[in-house]
């Protein structure tokens, strides 16, 4: 499992994305690629606005180049690709599901419960 330490929110949105895109693949055994400008669509429905250059840059910084290999001219490449990359185990959607039910649990007051 890939756990990253987030503080900006927009970051954390694009890490939850690129984790979700990478989990999804894993599940149906698609590639691990995306169009940027599909990337971007996903962003912003998560009310993240990036433009392509923010991106570029972004995926060459921590937490989102552990994710992120590669963004070429039109395509973002994910972690197990086939390209070279850091990232060995990632976690699946199922796990996501799980850990963020458990942490919504944890966090709701006792009275709700």
Do not use: C, H, W
């Amino acid at each position: 499992m890939l756990i990253n330490e987030v503080v900006d929110p927009m970051a954390q949105k694009l890490v939850a994305l690129a984790s979700y895109i990478l989990g999804q693949a894993d599940t149906s055994g698609t590639s691990k690629k995306i169009s940027i400008d599909r990337f971007i669509d996903l962003a912003q429905d998560m009310d993240v606005n990036i433009t392509d250059s923010q991106l570029r840059d972004l995926a060459t910084q921590p937490p989102l180049n552990k994710l992120i290999v590669n963004v070429t001219g039109d395509e973002v490449i994910f972690a197990g690709a086939g390209e070279s990359t850091k990232v060995t185990d990632t976690m699946t959607v199922t796990q996501a599901q799980d850990t963020v039910a458990k942490m919504a649990d944890r966090a709701m007051p006792a009275d709700l419960k």
